[in-house]
Nanobody, 118 residues
Framework: QVQLVESGGGLVQAGGSLRLSCTAS????????MGWYRQAPGRQRELVAV??????????NYVDSVKGRCTISRGDAKNTVNLQMNSLKPEDTAIYYC?????????WGQGIQVTIVS
């Protein structure tokens, strides 16, 4: 069983930055890929960014709305995933969820609120 815990959310002004972190604990921490989703009020949950370790290297993918503003990375400990968010906009306001896959299961964090005010 794996637990994912997010941190780093909060309220910031438009144009500001936040760094979200997710730490995994438990057994079977061979998690790949790891990513971040978000869900705004009245909207479906959407993928924000995902990082995948492959034999050929690491790949990252982003939803178009955050490209150039966000960077996803894995921590040195391999059981963490971070999302650096810059130039934040009010439309980035949402609950952000950490997500991770093991060989046979998918795991979710409890979510963390990000609020951007103009």
């Amino acid at each position: 069983q794996v637990q994912l815990v997010e941190s780093g959310g909060g309220l910031v002004q438009a144009g500001g930055s936040l760094r979200l972190s997710c730490t995994a604990s438990g057994t079977n921490l061979d998690l790949n890929p790891m990513g971040w989703y978000r869900q705004a009020p009245g909207r479906q949950r959407e993928l924000v960014a995902v990082i995948t370790n492959r034999d050929s290297g690491t790949t990252t993918n982003y939803v178009d709305s955050v490209k150039g503003r966000c960077t996803i990375s894995r921590g040195d400990a391999k059981n963490t995933v971070n999302l650096q968010m810059n130039s934040l906009k009010p439309e980035d306001t949402a609950i952000y969820y950490c997500n991770a896959y093991s060989t046979s299961r998918v795991y979710w964090g409890q979510g963390i609120q990000v609020t951007i005010v103009s």
